[in-house]
């Protein structure tokens, strides 16, 4: 079936530092990747995304590229800041088999300090 | 825009309870989708409703049930509460149905707390 794997941390970085959250998927066919961010007591937003293989989604200094061969979404931010401290979230959308509509991971909690 | 609207965002039941969970998705998006979210299990896709029908489930009993109107508002509810049913209920919208690209856009959440 489908699903998602990331490090579930949490992760504390100090203000500035590079962050990495790593993220695999088993998918078949060619699913859509995501990112979603949850700031405390909030909904999910979008925080990225990408539809096909080599493909690199990018915002607020964020960035995610589809890697197909090592079925890998990994999120990357080169200086974080105290308001990035949120739970981040990988997902896929799947083409093929199941019926869910989004597959998410379980979450990666990002405390980042002054 | 207005986002996606829930409510009530934060409910207290007891066991046996039934309760009605509203959401509104964005004007002009008629995909809703409804998801759970706990501590334990993470984030589930429950259903997900385009057109007033039904046309994805995930692996929820029964006891959880949906549905959508006219106006793509929908409804999710939960009969014979459980504890195990206490979570963060998420609904999220789409536009159409166009395929595993499209994003979804996600409401603030209801909170439901079962004693």
């Known amino acids: 079936g489908n699903s998602v794997t990331q490090m579930e941390g949490p992760v504390t970085l100090s203000e500035e530092a590079f962050l990495t959250i790593n993220c695999t998927y088993t998918?078949?066919?060619?699913?859509?990747l995501f990112w979603y961010v949850q700031y405390p007591g909030e909904g999910l937003q979008l925080l990225l995304k990408?539809?096909?293989?080599?493909d690199k989604g990018s915002n607020k200094g964020f960035e995610a590229t589809y890697r197909k061969e090592t079925t890998s979404f990994h999120l990357e931010k080169g200086s974080v800041q105290v308001s990035d401290s949120a739970v981040y979230f990988c997902a896929l959308s799947p083409t093929q088999g199941g019926s869910e509509k989004l597959v998410f991971g379980k979450g990666t909690k990002l405390t980042v300090n002054p | 825009k207005a986002g996606v609207t829930q409510t009530p965002r934060y409910l207290i039941k007891t066991r046996g309870q039934q309760v009605t969970l509203s959401c509104s998705p964005i004007s002009g998006h008629r995909s809703v989708s409804w998801y759970q979210q706990t501590p334990g299990q993470g984030l589930q896709f429950l259903f997900e409703?385009?057109?007033?029908?039904?046309?994805n489930k995930g692996n929820f009993p029964g006891r959880f049930s949906g549905r959508q109107f006219s106006n793509s508002r929908s409804e999710m509810n939960v009969s014979t509460l459980e504890l195990g049913d206490s979570a963060l209920y998420l609904c999220a919208s789409s536009p159409t149905r166009t395929g595993p690209q499209e994003t979804q856009y996600f409401g603030p959440g209801t909170r439901l707390l079962v004693l």
């Open positions: 998918a078949t066919g060619y699913p859509s």
């Open positions: 409703y385009f057109s007033e029908t039904q046309r």
């Open positions: 990408a539809t096909k293989a080599d």
